[in-house]
Nanobody, 126 residues
Framework: QVELVESGGGLVQAGGSLRLSCVAS????????MGWFRQVPGKEREFVAG????????YYADSVKGRFRISRDNAKNTLYLQMNSLKPDDMAVYYC???????????????????WGQGTQVTVSS
């Protein structure tokens, strides 16, 4: 069992930055590919960024490439999402996810994951 707890969301002006964190309980953090997804009311949850177990491979949604950076610290059981140049369209609840399936392009398209956090709200004012 893995518990994921996100933090770092909040209100920011367009063009600003936020860093989200996701702390995982348990001792097997490095066994999981990790990712960030986001959801707005009335829409399906969408992939934002993913990172392999070692951190050596990453994927990004086209909408965030060049602005967001995903990273992980396996020694601290923590996943990060650095979000720069935020836009109003980035406003959503952001969730971290863990899955033992290795990270591939297909992983980013499948919202079925082993574990989810409770989400953290990101609000971007224009």
């Amino acid at each position: 069992q893995v518990e994921l707890v996100e933090s770092g969301g909040g209100l920011v002006q367009a063009g600003g930055s936020l860093r989200l964190s996701c702390v995982a309980s348990g001792r097997a953090f490095s066994s999981y590919a990790m990712g960030w997804f986001r959801q707005v009311p009335g829409k399906e949850r969408e992939f934002v960024a993913g990172i392999s177990r070692s951190g050596g491979v990453t994927y990004y949604a086209d909408s965030v490439k060049g602005r967001f950076r995903i990273s992980r610290d396996n020694a601290k059981n923590t996943l990060y999402l650095q979000m720069n140049s935020l836009k109003p369209d980035d406003m959503a609840v952001y969730y971290c996810a863990a899955d033992k399936t290795p990270l591939t392009r297909a992983w980013t398209l499948d919202s079925r994951k082993d574990y989810w956090g409770q989400g953290t709200q990101v609000t971007v004012s224009s």
